[in-house]
């Protein structure tokens, strides 16, 4: 978990990395609850990426983290944010994103 913040907006966030990531790290027999989630989805606040942050530039600020290191597809993220406009909220997820990535196995790869 890492969290992230922007102005009064307030992120926490989750990264897994998909049953196709794993399956290339260690082969192993997939249950139909991973296949559901082959690639990489984005959750905010239980709904999906495009309905909680209808803004293409609001969507964009989210995933550039992953973009940035080409790790789109490749992690579930589920994130909860609070506070502020849905602008600062995105600004928020990006950091939180980008932090998360250097714990291990995150998007950013690197041990952490």
Do not use: C
């Not at 989750?14 to 990489?40: C, D, L, N, Q, V």
């Not at 803004?55 to 579930?76: D, I, K, Y």
């Not at 994130?79 to 602008?87: D, H, L, M, P, T």
């Not at 600004?91 to 041990?111: E, K, N, T, W």
Request: net charge positive; no cysteine.
């Amino acid at each position: 978990m890492a969290s992230g913040a922007r102005k009064e907006a307030g992120a926490r966030v989750w990264i897994i990395p998909t049953s196709e990531a794993k399956a290339a790290a260690a082969p192993s027999a997939h249950t139909a609850a991973e296949e559901e989630y082959a690639f990489g989805r984005v959750v905010v606040n239980a709904k999906s990426l495009p309905d909680y942050f209808p803004a293409a530039a609001h969507r964009e600020a989210v995933v550039r983290p992953m973009s940035l290191v080409s790790a789109l597809g490749a992690f579930n993220v589920f994130a909860i944010v609070k506070g502020s406009g849905v602008a600062a909220q995105a600004d928020a997820v990006a950091p939180a994103l980008a932090r998360g990535g250097g714990r291990g196995g995150g998007v950013g790869g690197g041990g952490g």
